[in-house]
């Protein structure tokens, strides 16, 4: 069964989306942690950072650089993070990085 990602991709659902190519898509999460939250998945289905390959990265970092520039964020800062499996909290298994930003992030004890 597909993804719910998977069907963003495919617009079978809508998003907000911020950037797209041809390999990768960007998009406002539906539930932001912080006053700028958007998700960066790449089109190609992955479950996860553990599956993910250097020609996919490559890509993907391309994209998230893109991305940030795009916001403008690069100078003011930002936090780039991927959940993985059940320790890491992953809700969709389709590899995403959540790029969080817009206000002084706290880092807290997670656990
Ligand atoms: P994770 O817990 O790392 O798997 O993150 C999944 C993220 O996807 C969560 O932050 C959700 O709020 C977000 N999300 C789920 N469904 C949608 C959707 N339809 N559009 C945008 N973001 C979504």
């Known amino acids: 069964m597909s993804s719910i ?3 963003i991709i495919d617009g079978e659902i809508p998003c907000k989306k911020v950037l797209e190519n041809e390999k990768c898509l960007a998009f406002y999460d539906i539930n932001p942690q912080a006053p700028i939250h958007v998700l ?5 289905e992955i479950k996860d950072f553990n599956q993910l ?8 970092l391309d994209f998230t650089h893109q991305v940030i520039e795009h916001l403008g964020l690069k100078d003011k ?3 780039l993070i991927t959940n993985v499996g059940e320790y ?3 809700e969709v298994p389709h590899l995403h990085f959540h790029i ?3 206000a002084k ?3 807290e004890k997670l656990a």
């Open 5 to 7: 990602f998977k069907k």
């Open 40 to 44: 960066i998945i790449p089109k190609k």
């Open 53 to 60: 390959d250097s020609q996919s990265m490559s890509e993907l």
């Open 77 to 79: 800062g930002y936090r």
């Open 88 to 90: 890491g909290g992953q």
């Open 100 to 102: 969080l930003s817009g």
């Open 105 to 107: 992030l706290k880092w």
